[in-house]
T-cell receptor
Framework: GESVGLHLPTLSVQEGDNSIINCAYS??????FIWYKQESGKGPQFIID?????DKRQGQRVTVLLNKTVKHLSLQIAATQPGDSAVYFC??????????????FGQGTILTVHP | KAGVTQTPRYLIKTRGQQVTLSCSPI?????VSWYQQTPGQGLQFLFE???????NKGNFPGRFSGRQFSNSRSEMNVSTLELGDSALYLC????????????FGQGTRLTVV
């Protein structure tokens, strides 16, 4: 039979609004978290990262919040622009010694920004 | 600095054939990881190579294999292709020594018919 595709969460905002994209992670041992942006036809592009010893990190127009108690990560985009329209993925990396570069990705959220 | 380069960008193969995909990491990066991206399963880790050694492997059948060369370039091979192998295959490079994030290439879009 046919495989069922992932039903990605979607977020639709107006240009200039602030956007918040959420992500729940499952591995308590994860010590490093990254947000990626993926535009159509391209590979994921790094946005911002945060280590588990922090609960907030700010970049240019973006802020990542980490709540280890409930294993939740969020990405806030200020003054969202049409060029921000893309699929956004959170990724986690295990602190385990053999994990090296292995990333576990969330399902992704589709962000659509209307002019 | 050049980014991660994957070749070819697009590929169409027939069931039962095999395919080899190539990835050139960012200069100086010695860690290369491969991911499969499909609408049904999302982004899934295939394997990772560092210093020509496979350091980690995802939950994929033995038909999926890879290797890394002394110049850090990596190839992945899929044998006996199945329709379900149709996907975007992404390569990411990082510097383990510098503890950088993973930088992704644009991927190879494989279609199995």
């Amino acid at each position: 039979g046919e495989s069922v595709g992932l039903h990605l969460p979607t977020l639709s905002v107006q240009e200039g609004d602030n956007s918040i994209i959420n992500c729940a992670y499952s591995n308590s041992a994860s010590d490093y978290f990254i947000w990626y942006k993926q535009e159509s036809g391209k590979g994921p592009q790094f946005i911002i990262d945060i280590r588990s010893n922090m609960d907030k990190r700010q970049g240019q127009r973006v802020t990542v919040l980490l709540n280890k108690t409930v294993k939740h990560l969020s990405l806030q985009i200020a003054a969202t622009q049409p060029g921000d329209s893309a699929v956004y993925f959170c990724a986690e990396k295990d602190a385990g010694g053999t994990s090296y570069g292995k990333l576990t990705f969330g399902q992704g959220t589709i962000l659509t920004v209307h002019p | 600095k050049a980014g991660v380069t994957q070749t070819p960008r697009y590929l169409i193969k027939t069931r039962g054939q095999q395919v080899t995909l190539s990835c050139s990491p960012i200069s100086g990066h010695r860690s290369v990881s491969w991911y499969q991206q499909t609408p049904g399963q999302g982004l899934q880790f295939l394997f990772e190579y560092f210093s020509e050694t496979q350091r980690n492997k995802g939950n994929f059948p033995g038909r999926f294999s890879g290797r890394q060369f002394s110049n850090s370039r990596s190839e992945m091979n899929v044998s006996t292709l199945e329709l379900g192998d149709s996907a975007l295959y992404l390569c990411a490079s990082s510097s383990y020594e510098l503890n950088t994030e993973a930088f992704f290439g644009q991927g190879t879009r494989l279609t199995v018919v």
